[in-house]
């Protein structure tokens, strides 16, 4: 399109001041729509002229050759890519769909037209800002008669400075409709809003999006899930939807939630599959409510970990954790698998049950670090921790489920040569056969002495021992599978089904209850029922939110907003912080020290390191009783306990007999507590092997 010709005259669509002049078409019964801004006044009569000192910028070049289009939508596209060339933003002032046997058409204006107007109503924040200063640039769209798009420049004037650098104007920084879904999709997938303003640049360099246009986007994605469900409806439909087993609990007769229990559908299959192990452990700062998180953590044959469920409890007491217990035994299908729980000092079951290998609660420990990572602050609803929790767990499976291909399909080649290992090749994991290899290496030291050996291995993992192999290895006999526990030979996610559960006699209960009950009564059962037909319409209401009361109260500014999910320092850690050079006394005060250990009936001493953090006498034989049974399978009772100063090779010295030796080389007894302390400080003044000698009780 050229420059207009001179005989074209002012539109009468236009102020008069403005000499502008566009093509005159007649349009017979056109009344043009008014789109309402909110304050936004229209330039008219009562608007003030501008004065000759004011600032005139003169786009109108970049629109004169504008293409004919067959979209309007495409011809708009164009505007506001010439405008951005120019330096400013174009705006949709009024429009018409051609409704009504009208004329279609659409006029566009400058972001900063038309003016402020005034709210009566005070404003919440006082430092809003407008960007309105009464610009009176403006295009007109006609759709004509050809079927096609034609634009008019009405005036391409500006009367404020233009800018090259479009950062924080509103339209500029708008997301696209493929930049919104692109939001979306990175939203569910618990991706950082500054991780996903990171992928929008990274993917458009030019795009102009701002950090509140993500957030936006992100809260307008939340509201649409939810709708106008409340938060325990969201999350009842949430377990619904993905066939989640959930049960919860209520504060007395209120509808206030307390407890409630979650468990992934395929977790339960583990389960049922592995549940040798559990270990038990809460983690906290994982919700607006504060309320613990606890977590039950198992084991599987390839010894990755896995979540049998999660459970928000409002306390940690007794009856609480009875309560999620006793919910998650009867996830068991069979009741015969039920670990035994055994109430006693762990060091003395530690290697009498099969626990493989796991005597801490390292194990839940580390996952509760996993799951921090799907959570990115603490202020989040129930509904957000039950999101990160499932994005947790199908990634665990995914890697479970990866480890039982890899065992199934690959072989190491030192097990595919070995004679001991072709019945167990595929047959167990992977895990297990690194486990049998270590005693295979033991078995060279140990042979087939039982004594040396204590089948540690045997009684807690279910696993052949360093004698039995030695006693393999000697006749030339591979492993049989038998010898091997059934924890180690799973290794898929059996999902058959045992069959439907029939309710049809509790139907059929329910419906003559329905029959025989009055109106009233009937009205309840059938709520009743609701609630277990549609959960997500579950009259249940959020946990109350915990006010913190200690402190004055911080002003708004002031105060700073603590949504770490990082666990709070503890007391030793706050004084480490305070006194920084109470570490090197704390580390060098935890010094390892070598010593001998002589034992009444045994004739070869053994060796263990013991820390000088060692203070009294039942400590100090206590550790070493813990540490022998553990290392030989076998509990032991000291009752005297004695050092020597010296060196002393007590495996070849046999002169004078076992109780000759402490009047042969004046053994020093550790009858008190002072002693033990003054032992160490003597060994930390010259650290030269010393020696104990302890008897026993037989």
Wanted: glycine content about 4%; aromatic content about 10%; proline content about 4%.
């Amino acid at each position: 399109m050229g420059e207009p010709p001179d005989e074209l005259k002012t539109n009468i669509d236009e102020p008069d001041s403005v000499n502008v002049v566009e093509h005159v078409i007649v349009q017979p019964n056109v009344v043009e729509l008014v789109i309402a801004q909110p304050n936004v006044v229209e330039p008219g009569d009562d608007v003030v002229e501008p004065s000759d000192n004011e600032h005139k910028v003169d786009t109108g070049k970049y629109f004169y050759e504008a293409p004919y289009c067959k979209e309007r939508d495409e011809l708009i596209k164009w505007c506001r890519n010439e405008a951005k060339k120019a330096g400013f933003t174009i705006v949709i002032a009024k429009s018409d769909n051609g409704s009504y046997r009208r004329k279609r058409y659409f006029v566009l204006g400058c972001e900063r037209g038309g003016e402020y107007k005034e709210r009566k109503r005070k404003l919440k924040n006082e430092d809003t800002a407008t960007r309105k200063c009464n610009c009176r640039f403006r295009l007109r769209g006609y759709f004509l008669s050809t079927q096609v798009w034609s634009l008019n420049v009405v005036n391409g004037e500006h009367n404020h400075e233009l800018s090259n650098n479009h950062e924080g104007h509103i339209l500029a920084g708008r997301l696209q409709p493929e930049e919104k879904e692109v939001v979306c999709e990175l939203t569910r997938n618990l991706v950082a809003p500054k991780n996903i303003l990171s992928t929008l640049k990274g993917r458009n360099p030019e795009t102009k999006i701002s950090m509140k246009a993500v957030y936006n986007a992100r809260q307008r994605l939340k509201k649409e899930l939810r709708g106008e469900m409340t938060e325990m409806q969201q999350l009842m439909k949430c377990c619904e939807s993905n066939k989640y087993f959930h049960k919860c609990r209520t504060v007395g007769d209120s509808t206030t939630i307390q407890d409630i229990f979650w468990a992934h559908p395929e977790s339960v299959i583990l389960f049922n599959t592995f549940p040798t192990v559990l270990m038990l452990d809460s983690t906290y700062k994982t919700n607006k409510y504060k309320m613990p998180l606890f977590e039950i953590v198992g084991v599987t044959s390839t010894e990755k970990s896995y979540n049998v469920g999660f459970a928000y409890i409002a306390n940690e007491k007794e009856e609480d954790f009875i309560w999620a217990l006793e919910t998650c035994r009867s996830l068991l299908k069979s009741k015969h698998t039920v670990p035994k729980v055994k109430e006693k000092i762990v060091s003395v079951w530690t290697n009498r049950v099969m626990h493989i290998g796991n005597t801490t609660t390292n194990r839940v420990e580390s996952q509760h670090g996993v799951l921090k990572q799907y959570l990115p602050d603490c202020k989040g609803d129930l509904v957000k921790g039950w999101e990160a929790t499932n994005e947790m767990v199908s990634n665990q499976l995914i890697k479970i489920k990866t480890s039982f291909g890899q065992s199934t399909s690959a072989v190491e080649h030192y097990f595919k040569k070995h004679f001991l290992y072709p019945k167990l090749v595929y047959n167990i994991s992977r895990q297990a056969l690194h486990f049998i290899r270590d005693e295979e290496i033991r078995s060279r030291e140990c042979g087939k002495n039982r004594k040396k050996c204590g089948c540690v291995m045997k009684i807690t993992y279910g696993l052949p021992c360093a004698c039995l192999i030695a006693l393999k290895i000697d006749k030339k006999l591979p492993i049989r599978l038998d010898e091997i526990n059934t924890h180690w030979k799973r290794l898929q996610i059996d999902e058959a089904d045992d069959g439907q559960v029939d309710c049809s006699k509790e139907f059929r209960v329910i419906q003559e209850r329905l029959r025989l009950s009055n109106q009233s009564m009937q009205l309840q059962i059938r709520d009743q029922l609701r609630q277990i037909a549609f959960p997500e319409i579950t009259s249940l209401t959020a946990p109350v939110k915990q006010v913190d009361t200690k402190g004055a109260k911080k002003r708004a500014k002031s105060s700073k907003c603590n949504s770490s999910t990082t666990r709070s320092p503890s007391y030793w850690e706050h004084i480490d912080a305070r006194y920084p050079d109470n570490r090197y006394v704390a580390n060098h005060l935890a010094t390892p020290f070598e010593f001998s250990i002589k034992l009444r009936g045994r004739k070869d001493p053994f060796t263990l390191h013991l820390r000088n953090t060692i203070t009294t006498v039942g400590e100090l034989k206590f550790k070493i009783e813990d540490m022998y049974a553990f290392k030989y399978g076998k509990e032991i009772k000291i009752h005297n306990i004695a050092f020597y100063e010296s060196y002393i090779d007590l495996a070849d010295d046999s002169v004078g007999g076992f109780d000759d030796a402490p009047k042969k080389y004046h053994w020093k007894a550790l009858d008190s507590d002072y002693v033990v302390q003054l032992m160490f400080v003597t060994i930390e003044a010259d650290p030269t092997p010393y020696h104990l000698y302890a008897t026993l009780i037989v």
